[in-house]
C-alpha cells in the first residue's frame, strides 16, 4: 500500500517537487532537516512518554500528573510543530521515495493518530490527574482506530513488516519497566525464554536465508509477544484497579499514546526500504 494506489496521476507533480521551491533548497542540506526532525521527535516523545509514564504510576511519580503536564506541554507543541514543517520540508526534497514507499502511510497514520491521542486524550487527562471525561473518550476511540489502522498496514506491507518488532520491543520493555513485584518477574522469565526459542528457532532450526519458512515463524513469534505482552499488562491494570492517577481506562491510554510514537519513529526507520 502506498500513495502511487491512491493517486496513480499524481507522480509527475510528485517527482518535479525536488526541482521547485522548497525542495530544491531544502535537498542540498538534507541531512541538517533530518537532524531537526529527529530532534523534534526526541523532543515530542520525549515528554510525551515522561507524562503518560506517570499516569501509569511509574517515572516522575513525587508529582501529580497535572504537574508533569503542566510543566511538559511547552515542549510537547515544539516537538509538533518541528515534526511538521522539518518534514513537509524533507518530504519535498525527498517526495519520490515516500510517494512508492508503504512506511510512509504508516508514519502518516502514526502522526494522525499521535496528534489526537496526545491532544485530545492524554493530555486532558492528565491535566484532569487521570480522569477520563466524554470528550477524551471520544478522541481515544478514533485515534485507537486510526494507531490500530497504523499497525495493520505496518504488518502486512511487504519488506516494512519486521519494523513490527520495533513497536512490539517497545511495547515489551514498557510493560516491564511499570509492572511491579512478582508479576514482573514471571513477566520476564516467560519474555526471555520467548527470546530464546525466537532465536534458537530463526537461527538454528530455520537458516537465516531460508525465508519461504523464516517468514511465517516470524510472524507466529510476532503473535505470541504480543499476546503474552498484552495479556501481562491488561492483567496488571486490572488487577490494580483505579490508582490516584485512574483506572485502566487511563493507563491503556498511557500506553496507546506512547507507543503511537514509537510506530512513527520505526515507520520513518523503514521507509528506506519500501
Known sequence: MNLEQFFPHARPWVENLANVFPGKYVKPQFAWWEVGHVLSLIALGG????MNLRLLGAGLTQEPPSEIYRNL???QNVGVIGIIVTGVLIGSANAERLYDSAAFIVKMLALLA???LT???SRPVAAADGA???PPKIWFAL???IFLLGLWVFSTSELINPGVFHVITAAGLLVLFVTQGRTRLVYLAVLTALIVAQFVGTHILVKPDDYAHLTPVNKAFAGIFSAWIVGTALFQLFRAGRGEEGGPLTKIIAYAT???WVMGAAAGRWIAFA
Open 114 to 116: 499521535g496528534v489526537i
Open 132 to 134: 477520563v471525561g466524554l
Open 119 to 121: 491532544y485530545g486524550v
Open 143 to 145: 485515534g485507537g482506530a
Open 73 to 75: 506541554r511547552f515542549w
Open 258 to 260: 506512547i507507543l503511537v
Open 47 to 50: 515528554t510525551t512518554i515522561l
